[in-house]
């Protein structure tokens, strides 16, 4: 059994409010990362967060 952060239907159609680019899930700490530009939405208590000024450069 796999956990996912977003339904995996939900986040097929997500896009980063940056660039429109693809969102994948990051668990740990719990966050939705884009493939495009690197910015990474915080994911609270089950729900994205998805503004912009949330939005972290990511590690990764």
């Given at each position: 059994?796999?956990?996912?952060?977003?339904?995996?239907?939900?986040?097929?159609?997500?896009?980063?409010?940056?660039?429109?680019g693809t969102?994948?899930?990051?668990?740990?700490?719990?966050?939705l990362?884009c493939?495009?530009?690197?910015?990474?939405?915080?994911?609270?208590?089950?729900?994205p967060?998805?503004?912009?000024?949330?939005?972290?450069?990511?590690?990764?």
């Amino acid at each position: 059994m796999t956990d996912h952060l977003i339904d995996p239907a939900l986040l097929e159609i997500m896009q980063c409010p940056s660039c429109t680019g693809t969102l994948v899930e990051r668990p740990d700490p719990p966050a939705l990362v884009c493939s495009e530009c690197g910015l990474q939405y915080p994911v609270r208590d089950g729900i994205p967060v998805m503004l912009i000024d949330e939005a972290t450069p990511s590690d990764q």
